[in-house]
C-alpha cells in the first residue's frame, strides 16, 4: 500500500537502473524513466525538446499557459515529451504527425507562437560497438557480463545526449502554427450493433442504425473475431 492506501502495482524503472546511473539523472527525467519503462537515448530526446521548447517559450510545466504539443514522430521520446509539457493524447492538446522525424513543436494556444525542437541527423551517431552489444543482448547465448555491458552502453548514449550542447543536439526555430479548434464534448450514443457507447462524432450507419466504426466494418460483432 502507497500513501494514498492505493496499491501500488509499478516497479519504478528508475530504481532498477544501476545507482551510479540513477544519481546522475534530473528528477523530472526519473519521472519519465518511470513513465516510458526504461532508460534510453529516444526519451532522452523527447525530454530534451520539450524541455528546450518551455524554455524558449518561456513557459513552465503546471503554468496556466495553453500549450499544444505536435510531435513528427511515434518513438519513445513522445513519453517524455507529454510528460514533461503536460500536452497529452487524452486531454487533447497533443497532435501526432506521422513523419518519421525526431522534431517535436510546442505552441501556445492564445496566439499560435510556436517553438519547433529537430534533432541534429549528427547528435546521435551510429556506434557499431554500440549495434554489437546490443544484438549481444537479445542472443540468448550471451552472458550476463555481455548483457550488462550492452546495457551499460545504452545507458551511458542516454545520458551521453542529456548532456549534449543544445546547439549540437537540435536545430531550434520559432514557428507560427494554425491551431483546429479546442477539443469538444460530444453526447455519445448506443451501437445499435454491439451495444456500447460511442462518441456521436464516431458513428457509422448501418442498415440504417447508427453503430461504431468496428460494427460498420465488419459483419462480425466488433471485437468478437472468433464469434
Ligand atoms: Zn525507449
Ligand atoms: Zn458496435
Known amino acids: 500500500m502507497d500513501q494514498a492506501g492505493m496499491t501500488t502495482l509499478a516497479i519504478r524503472a528508475s530504481e532498477t537502473l544501476p545507482p551510479h546511473v540513477r544519481e546522475s539523472l534530473p528528477q523530472d527525467f526519473a519521472e519519465a524513466v518511470d513513465f516510458h519503462g ?5 526519451l532522452t530526446i523527447g525530454y530534451r525538446a520539450a524541455n ?3 524554455e524558449r ?18 518513438a519513445c521520446g513522445v513519453d517524455a515529451f507529454q510528460l514533461v509539457t503536460g500536452c497529452t493524447i487524452g486531454k487533447g492538446n497533443f497532435i501526432f504527425r506521422d513523419y518519421g522525424k525526431q522534431s517535436f513543436v510546442l505552441v501556445r494556444r492564445t496566439d499560435g507562437r510556436g517553438v519547433r525542437v529537430a534533432m541534429r541527423h549528427d547528435a546521435f551517431p551510429v556506434d557499431r560497438e554500440f549495434a554489437t552489444a546490443t ?8 552472458t550476463e557480463a555481455e548483457r550488462n555491458a550492452a546495457r551499460e552502453r545504452h545507458h551511458q548514449r542516454a545520458i551521453n545526449l542529456l548532456r ?28 445499435s450493433q454491439c ?6 462524432a464516431r458513428l457509422r450507419m448501418r442498415d440504417g442504425e447508427p453503430c461504431c466504426i468496428p460494427c460498420s466494418e465488419q459483419y462480425g460483432r466488433g471485437w468478437e473475431i472468433n464469434g
Open 38 to 42: 526504461h532508460l534510453c537515448p529516444g
Open 52 to 54: 528546450i521548447a518551455m
Open 57 to 74: 517559450l518561456g513557459v513552465r510545466r503546471g503554468s496556466d499557459e495553453e500549450l499544444v504539443g505536435i510531435v513528427e514522430n511515434d
Open 135 to 142: 544484438t549481444r543482448d537479445f542472443d540468448p547465448s550471451a
Open 164 to 191: 549534449l550542447d543544445e546547439e549540437r543536439f537540435a536545430a531550434v526555430s520559432e514557428v507560427k502554427v494554425e491551431l483546429p479548434s479546442k477539443a469538444r464534448l460530444f453526447a455519445s450514443v448506443v451501437c
Open 195 to 200: 451495444g456500447e457507447p460511442v462518441m456521436e
